[in-house]
């Protein structure tokens, strides 16, 4: 019987290094394994695969037990999913907004924007400047303005998958005990390792983009919506460098290291060392080892973004609300503020509160030598 795989994508991902996938399973395997997938193109039989390759490469290979393993995998069965709403979008529909052109828009605007901070230092944001409006009216955009760039971010990600033929889901999920937006686009591993960081890095390019946009307005004139722009975005780029998380940088660091599963090695890396086993540890990769300590002060980094950003903005906020008050202002209107500033607050702690308990027992067995991920 002759078996067809040439349904499957084979890619080249480094030294004896290949990654083959259905578009929704992927798998890498070892340069060997990727000649057998080519040959098998529906016009030989296992049997004069094994001899081919035998020949070619001296290696015997069971090939009717590995197409088994594929089939084990759930690399034989063709992905049957729903159209979405992003498969409408063509490569070409998109792919301008990667060119070299847009390339060459973006640095004059990174210049102009630079320039202009230069010139004017009030363009450079500030949480005290950014509450330009009466505390509720800032809340709201604040809220609604954040959930806008977000999706911006995201539909920046799905358009470069897209750009590259890949398909593209949004949805939400969590990071941590952030509520985030994220972009599913596992069909990234079908394309060259050096085209996978248009896919990793769009979202950010997109809020570096408006950021540029935000001061070069600034400059020309103040205006608390376009600061507020530039502050969210700034604050989503920042973000995205806290990658003890699967943020944007964390998928883009792990191409670069030529990693697959980065952040469950380095945790394995880590209980190794706890554990005190140097012979499990020997064999570590240098990019893992590097991760796996990033790991340790990510948390640090991530109460650090929390200092920065989420405490000020909170606070300027609450002060304002304050202000209005003493101003004689309806009350309702800061009061409503308040109740929607504590009320965020109390999702936070609420969700918090329900994965301490469960870090907590996940931590207990590893007293007892039994491993476990925290």
Known sequence: MKTDLSFLT??????????????????????????????????????????????????????AGFVTGLESAGLLARPERPPNLWDRIRPGHVAWLFSRPADAVLLLLTVCAV??????????????SIVWSNSLTFTVAFAAGSWLLVLAHELAHIAAARSLGVRAELSLGTRLQFLVVQTRITGIWGVPRSARYRAHL???????????????????????PVRLVMVICLSQIAWQFLFFMRTDVYYAFANAAGEKNLMADAQAYLRDVLARRPGRRAGTRRGVRAYAWFLVVGRVLGLAFFAAYTVPVTVAVCRRSLEELDAGAPAWQPAATLAVVAAGWLVYLVVLARRLPARLSARRPEAAGVTGRS
């Not at 320039?115 to 005290?128: D, H, I, K, N, T």
């Not at 997109?206 to 608390?224: E, N, P, Q, R, T």
């Open 10 to 63: 084979v890619v080249a991902d480094g030294p004896d290094d290949y990654v083959i996938g259905n578009g929704e399973t992927f798998v890498h395997v070892p340069g060997v394994a990727a000649d057998v997938v080519a040959a098998l193109d529906g016009t030989r039989t296992a049997e004069e695969v094994r001899a081919r390759v035998l020949a070619e490469r001296g290696v015997d290979v069971d090939v």
């Open 115 to 128: 320039a202009a901070a230069v010139a004017e230092p009030r363009v450079l944001p500030g949480f005290s």
């Open 202 to 224: 769009a979202g950010m390019r997109a809020d570096w983009f408006l950021v540029c946009v935000s001061s070069c307005v600034l400059y020309a004139f103040d205006s608390g």
